[in-house]
C-alpha cells in the first residue's frame, strides 16, 4: 500500500510562485508514472502534469505548459510542482497521483492512476 502526502500550496497573488510537494511513504514509488491533476469548485478533476519513472518524461497540459515543472526525486520517493507565473484560474485543489502499473507511459486520466494524495488548495488572487 502507497500513502501519498501533500504539502506546499496556499493563497498568492497572481505572478506568484508556489511549490507543491508530494511525500510518498509505504513503498518506494521508484517503478510508478506519477501525475499532478486540480479541481476547482463544480468543475471535474482535470490533468496537469504527469512524468514516467523510466527517464522522467514529462507532459503537461496545455494551459500550465511554459509555467509550470513537475520533478521527481527518487532517493527521497516525493514528487514536485513548481508553479511559476501564477494566475487566477490557476486556483483550485491540487491533487498527486501514483500509478500501479509496469507499463510506462503519460496517464492524463484519473482513472489511470490508483493512489492519491489527500489534495491541497491553491488560491490565486488578482
Known amino acids: 500500500q502507497v500513502q501519498l502526502v501533500q504539502s506546499g500550496g496556499g493563497l498568492v497573488q497572481a505572478g506568484d510562485s508556489l511549490r507543491l510537494s508530494c511525500a510518498a511513504s509505504g513503498r518506494t514509488l521508484n517503478n510508478n508514472d506519477m501525475g499532478w491533476f486540480r479541481q476547482a469548485p463544480g468543475k471535474e478533476r482535470e490533468f496537469v502534469a504527469a512524468?514516467?519513472?523510466?527517464?522522467?518524461?514529462?507532459l503537461y497540459a496545455d494551459s500550465v505548459k511554459g509555467r509550470f515543472t513537475i520533478s521527481r526525486s527518487n532517493a527521497q520517493y516525493t514528487l514536485y510542482l513548481l508553479m511559476d507565473s501564477l494566475k487566477p484560474e490557476d486556483t483550485a485543489k491540487y491533487y498527486c497521483?501514483?500509478?500501479?502499473?509496469?507499463?510506462?507511459?503519460?496517464?492524463?486520466?484519473?482513472?489511470?492512476?490508483?493512489?492519491w494524495g489527500q489534495g491541497t488548495q491553491v488560491t490565486v488572487s488578482s
Open positions: 512524468i514516467t519513472w523510466v527517464g522522467g518524461n514529462t
Open positions: 497521483a501514483a500509478a500501479d502499473s509496469t507499463i510506462v507511459k503519460f496517464r492524463t486520466t484519473p482513472g489511470e492512476y490508483r493512489y
